[in-house]
């Protein structure tokens, strides 16, 4: 049987175009969408933070008395502030309120908002809790391990040291309002250092 070189090095260079062809096509889908959305691969962190708006001003209180979480709690007199990450306090183991009421935007980093899934994230300095419409809702299941699915994520609890209070607020649309109410705490407790701020508070969307 005859033998072209010609012919086969014809086919051959088709079929390693066409292969060449997909492996670019795929390695741009994947790079196109790491880039969009890099946090559907990461987990939330300062870098690589979800589409997001800052929530601010709050009405700020020192003190844990009296409490302060009620919707309808009347802090007309307190002091407005937009520095979130001004300390704030007497130092040692203190305590301190702030109050905002958040009404969903019509857009979210320049993403349009209505049906969206969406969160708030809190990051204090150095504990907090969230109340929601004056509502403390604990979702750790004791009868389950604290790793499963249920008890992973509790977004209303203490976070822990210096770590992010995230709450799943369902889908959303615009105008829509909520009440928020942060208590936050110095810390460590046993050896509380400075006074107590907000790194961040954020209305986000879920990637």
Not at 49 to 69: C, L, N, Q, T
Not at 89 to 100: D, E, K, L, N, T
Not at 122 to 143: P, S
């Amino acid at each position: 049987m005859g033998y072209s070189s010609s012919t086969n090095l014809h086919a051959l260079s088709r079929r390693g175009f066409r292969r060449g062809f997909w492996l670019c096509a795929v390695w741009a889908l994947v790079a196109a969408c790491n880039s969009s959305y890099p946090d559907s691969l990461r987990p939330e962190s300062e870098d690589y933070p979800p589409p997001f708006v800052d929530i601010a001003p709050f009405r700020y209180r020192d003190g844990i008395e009296p409490v302060a979480k009620a919707a309808d709690f009347d802090d007309t007199s307190w002091e407005s502030v937009s520095d979130l990450q001004t300390s704030r306090g007497p130092g040692g183991v203190s305590f301190g309120w702030y109050r905002a009421t958040i009404i969903i935007p019509d857009q979210i980093a320049g993403i349009p908002s209505r049906g969206r899934l969406m969160q708030i994230s809190v990051l204090a300095d150095d504990y907090a809790e969230v109340y929601l419409d004056g509502t403390f809702a604990t979702r750790f299941e004791a009868e389950r391990s604290p790793r499963s699915n249920e008890n992973a994520n509790l977004g209303y609890e203490i976070a822990g040291f210096n770590k992010a209070n995230v709450i799943d607020l369902g889908r959303r649309n615009p105008g829509e309002s909520l009440t928020m109410a942060i208590l936050v705490a110095n810390g460590p407790l046993a050896e509380p250092q400075g006074g107590y701020f907000l790194r961040h508070a954020r209305l986000q969307l879920v990637p």
